[in-house]
Nanobody
Framework: QVQLVESGGGSVQAGGSLRLSCAVF????????MAWFRQAPGKEREGVAA???????TYADSVKGRFTISQDNAKNTLYLQMNGLKPEDTAMYYC??????????????????WGQGTQVTVSS
């Protein structure tokens, strides 16, 4: 059973930084895609960044140059470094994974495993 557990959310002022972590339990597959999504109240879930088992990455245009997705395979942990945070980045952030796949995506329907989320609040 795959489990994803996010941490690292919090409140920060505009321009600040946060690092989100997603601990992965229950699988060690060679092919996978993992991603971060966010959802603000009243809005649809939005893909933020994704990384695959080859280390390739993709980002939403709204976060390019500010956010960095990375992974530590030894620790089975996914990260999202968020710099230059803006009030519009305020949302619940979710970690997601899909296993046994061969390409990169930040579309929610692609992913079968989800964490419970961690709240990020950016004040102006």
């Amino acid at each position: 059973q795959v489990q994803l557990v996010e941490s690292g959310g919090g409140s920060v002022q505009a321009g600040g930084s946060l690092r989100l972590s997603c601990a992965v339990f229950g699988y060690t597959y060679s092919s996978y895609c993992m991603a971060w999504f966010r959802q603000a109240p009243g809005k649809e879930r939005e893909g933020v960044a994704a990384i695959d088992s080859d280390g390739s990455t993709t980002y939403a245009d709204s976060v390019k140059g500010r956010f960095t997705i990375s992974q530590d395979n030894a620790k089975n942990t996914l990260y999202l470094q968020m710099n230059g945070l803006k009030p519009e980045d305020t949302a619940m952030y979710y970690c997601a994974a899909e296993i046994g796949v061969g390409y990169l995506s930040i579309l929610p329907g692609y992913f079968g495993y989800w964490g419970q989320g961690t709240q990020v609040t950016v004040s102006s």
